[in-house]
T-cell receptor, first 119, second 115 residues
Framework: AQKVTQAQTEISVVEKEDVTLDCVYE???????LFWYKQPPSGELVFLIR??????QNEISGRYSWNFQKSTSSFNFTITASQVVDSAVYFC????????????????FGKGTKLSVKP | GAGVSQSPRYKVAKRGQDVALRCDPI?????LFWYQQALGQGPEFLTY????????KSGLPSDRFFAERPEGSVSTLKIQRTQQEDSAVYLC?????????????FGPGTRLTVL
């Protein structure tokens, strides 16, 4: 069965600190996709990044970076020099690709990590 | 351009009432998903449409839940005889292509409270 575990329920940091959000997943599929979404207090889920299971390159986008390690089934997310506006709940999610990408791809979410960045 | 919209944003229902939640996906998006998010939890899949066809309803928790998308655009999630355990945020998401590689765009959700 597919499963996503975000062991950190809540994290609190002071502005400008770096913070890493952990994500561990389980799947029997050889091809799958991993996502991170941000949910600010307004409630809308905002897409941050997508990763194909065959692409283990780390990615950096501004203050955000992602470390995908297939060997440990982890897809961790780091925010460098955190800001108050980063305060939100962050979700890691998994979807299967199916044969020839034919899976409908409903997302399986972790329980989320609530990040609070204090000034 | 316009994103996914949902209405109402908030709904309070007395136990036993029927409710209808509306989702307007991004224009032209083929795929539409409904998720249920309980307090402090991640969203959980309810049902999936490809155009007007409901291809997967395996996540619907009971036969009191019903979803439709008759013309392949707007979708309605209906809950009959609401119970307190139905209280949650109901999220709608749409996706432009069939491929599960593409990201889903989420609406703001409808927060349902059943008293």
């Amino acid at each position: 069965a597919q499963k996503v575990t975000q062991a950190q329920t809540e994290i609190s940091v002071v502005e400008k600190e770096d913070v890493t959000l952990d994500c561990v997943y389980e799947t029997r599929d050889t091809t799958y996709y991993l996502f991170w979404y941000k949910q600010p207090p307004s409630g809308e889920l905002v897409f941050l990044i997508r990763r194909n299971s065959f692409d283990e390159q780390n990615e950096i986008s501004g203050r955000y970076s992602w470390n995908f390690q297939k060997s440990t089934s982890s897809f961790n997310f780091t925010i460098t020099a955190s800001q108050v506006v980063d305060s939100a709940v962050y979700f890691c999610a998994l979807s299967e690709a199916g044969n020839y990408g034919g899976s409908q791809g409903n997302l399986i979410f972790g329980k989320g990590t609530k990040l609070s960045v204090k000034p | 351009g316009a994103g996914v919209s949902q209405s109402p944003r908030y709904k309070v229902a007395k136990r036993g009432q029927d409710v209808a939640l509306r989702c307007d996906p991004i224009s032209g998006h083929v795929s539409l998903f409904w998720y249920q998010q309980a307090l402090g939890q991640g969203p959980e899949f309810l049902t999936y449409f490809q155009n007007e066809a409901q291809l997967d309803k395996s996540g619907l928790p009971s036969d009191r839940f019903f979803a439709e998308r008759p013309e392949g655009s707007v979708s309605t999630l209906k809950i009959q005889r609401t119970q307190q355990e139905d209280s949650a945020v109901y999220l709608c998401a749409s996706r432009g292509e069939r491929s599960s590689y593409n990201e889903q765009f989420f609406g703001p959700g409808t927060r349902l409270t059943v008293l």
